[in-house]
T-cell receptor
Framework: GQQVMQIPQYQHVQEGEDFTTYCNSS?????IQWYKQRPGGHPVFLIQ?????EVKKQKRLTFQFGEAKKNSSLHITATQTTDVGTYFC????????????FGEGTQLTVNP | EAQVTQNPRYLITVTGKKLTVTCSQN?????MSWYRQDPGLGLRQIYY???????DKGDVPEGYKVSRKEKRNFPLILESPSPNQTSLYFC????????????FGPGTRLTVT
């Protein structure tokens, strides 16, 4: 079945450093979503990408969808302590487009 | 306020004692799901429902049941819980089957001894 893989699993940065997490799918995705889960919290939707090569920005966060629509990345510029959490990508399932398959997540810690 | 609610938030139980985790959403969403979250495994879908009386298995349905008698409610039932069902459970809803954002409940931390 479809697999969505994320790397790295963990990332520790100093406040002010940049951070990037990568998401790779074993199949072509019609769209990809990104979620953030703060420690002790629940996943919260950040953004959705649909078009090949699409780039979207939210303040210090930049999201990219690969040309082949099989990979995506989230880049945070100049991390802050408020960026701490786990970032998940999610794509629709191979056999059932309504289902979302989540990656394992990247857990980001930021040292002040 | 648009939200997904779950109860209870924390539960410690013993093997074999049937339990139900309730989930309710106030956004008139058609699509609802249950996920479990375990360290290093991300979010895995247990069951989902595309509308009232329409449910289907996700990736890890064994040991769980669901029902969707009303649009707003989607309870998760563990008929005979076992220790390997100790996990963090999230209910989620979205507008429909299409590429819509999902709204997650606050989570239920279940421990089965």
């Amino acid at each position: 079945g479809q697999q969505v893989m994320q790397i790295p699993q963990y990332q520790h940065v100093q406040e002010g450093e940049d951070f990037t997490t990568y998401c790779n799918s074993s199949t072509t995705l019609s769209n990809i979503q990104w979620y953030k889960q703060r420690p002790g919290g629940h996943p919260v939707f950040l953004i959705q990408l649909v078009k090949s090569g699409e780039v979207k920005k939210q303040k210090r966060l930049t999201f990219q969808f690969g040309e082949a629509k099989k990979n995506s990345s989230l880049h945070i510029t100049a991390t802050q302590t408020t960026d701490v959490g786990t970032y998940f990508c999610a794509g629709p399932g191979e056999t059932s487009g309504s289902r979302l398959t989540f990656g394992e997540g990247t857990q980001l810690t930021v040292n002040p | 306020e648009a939200q997904v609610t779950q109860n209870p938030r924390y539960l410690i139980t013993v093997t074999g004692k049937k339990l139900t985790v309730t989930c309710s959403q106030n956004m008139n969403h058609e699509y609802m799901s249950w996920y479990r979250q375990d360290p290093g495994l991300g979010l895995r879908q247990i069951y989902y429902s595309m509308n009232v009386e329409v449910t289907d298995k996700g990736d890890v349905p064994e040991g769980y049941k669901v029902s969707r008698k009303e649009k707003r409610n989607f309870p998760l039932i563990l008929e005979s819980p076992s220790p390997n069902q100790t996990s963090l459970y999230f209910c989620a809803s979205r507008r429909g089957q299409g590429a819509y954002e999902q709204y997650f409940g606050p989570g239920t931390r279940l421990t089965v001894t």
